[in-house]
């Protein structure tokens, strides 16, 4: 049975619809995918990835930077490092450091000085041996008593101070007036005499000193009164036989 003409060429025309539309298709599908990947693109960009378009191979550039600090007790150290590298059909590669380190050392150094023992000096005996007590300087006061004089006057009481021999060495001792039944200081209305204090010194080859008070007369008629002198502090190459003299202000009125 023999097709008639316009049916065969009603059935090409629709074959090529047919085929126009499926190339149509393709094509429509063929950009969806094109922008599907550019934007994956970007989304990869995103997290730290350049999409690179030259060469045609899809290619990522990264851009890494690091930085390490490392401290130790007495030193401190920062270093910062960049590194950008970029591949493309023509290699390039460039790199940069810098490097920063600063650097503090503290040292403290304690001495002890330990003080050494000192030796009495000579005393006034045998200066081969110092330290015996029996060749040390033995130290006596002696009382005084004396009357106190006119009103209006004072009266100069003297108190020797002995050594048992000459000194070898220098010998020290302080000595201070103290009020017994006598009084004296700024609250006392009528002082009967002045407090005194000091130091005596024995240089070497002397034996005795004096110590000086001044008593105040007056008119009253009143029982004998009396002070103390007091030594102390004596250098160590000597010891007391006696360390306090009584001073006695006898009534002349």
């Given at each position: 049975?023999t097709?008639?003409?316009r049916?065969r060429r009603g059935?090409?025309?629709r074959?090529?619809?047919a ?9 429509t599908?063929?950009?969806?995918g094109?922008?599907?990947a550019r934007?994956?693109?970007v ?6 990835y350049?999409y ?12 890494s ?5 490392t401290?130790t007790p007495?030193t401190?150290s920062?270093?910062?490092s960049?590194s950008t590298?970029t591949s ?8 940069t450091?810098?490097s920063?380190s600063?650097s ?6 304690t001495?002890?000085?330990?003080p050494t023992s000192t030796?009495?000096?000579k005393g006034?005996?045998?200066?081969n041996?110092l330290h ?7 130290v006596v006061i002696?009382?005084?008593a004396?009357?106190?004089?006119k009103?209006?006057?004072t009266?100069s009481f ?7 021999a000459?000194?070898?060495?220098p010998v ?11 009084k ?7 002082p009967?005499?002045v407090?005194?204090s000091?130091?005596?010194?024995f240089?070497?080859?002397t034996?005795?000193?004096?110590i000086?008070?001044s008593?105040?007369?007056?008119k009253?008629?009143?029982p ?9 502090n ?13 001073g006695?202000?006898?009534n002349?009125?």
């Amino acid at each position: 049975m023999t097709r008639d003409p316009r049916n065969r060429r009603g059935d090409l025309l629709r074959r090529a619809t047919a085929g126009a539309l499926v190339v149509l298709a393709l094509a429509t599908l063929a950009s969806l995918g094109y922008a599907g990947a550019r934007k994956l693109g970007v989304l990869a960009y995103g997290y730290g990835y350049q999409y690179c378009t030259t060469p045609s191979q899809y290619q990522y550039c990264s851009t890494s930077t690091s930085t390490t600090t490392t401290t130790t007790p007495t030193t401190t150290s920062t270093s910062t490092s960049t590194s950008t590298s970029t591949s493309t059909s023509t290699s390039t590669s460039t790199s940069t450091s810098t490097s920063t380190s600063t650097s503090t050392s503290t040292s403290t150094s304690t001495s002890t000085t330990t003080p050494t023992s000192t030796k009495p000096g000579k005393g006034c005996g045998d200066k081969n041996h110092l330290h015996d007590r029996r060749f040390e300087c033995k130290v006596v006061i002696f009382d005084v008593a004396k009357k106190e004089g006119k009103a209006g006057t004072t009266t100069s009481f003297v108190f020797t101070v002995t050594l048992s021999a000459a000194a070898v060495d220098p010998v020290t001792v302080s000595y201070k007036t103290a009020d017994g039944t006598a009084k004296t200081g700024q609250f006392v209305t009528n002082p009967d005499y002045v407090p005194t204090s000091g130091t005596l010194t024995f240089p070497a080859g002397t034996s005795t000193k004096t110590i000086t008070v001044s008593v105040f007369g007056d008119k009253l008629k009143e029982p004998n009164e009396s002070f103390f002198v007091n030594l102390s502090n004596l250098s160590p190459n000597a010891y007391f036989g006696d360390s306090q003299a009584l001073g006695t202000i006898q009534n002349d009125d």
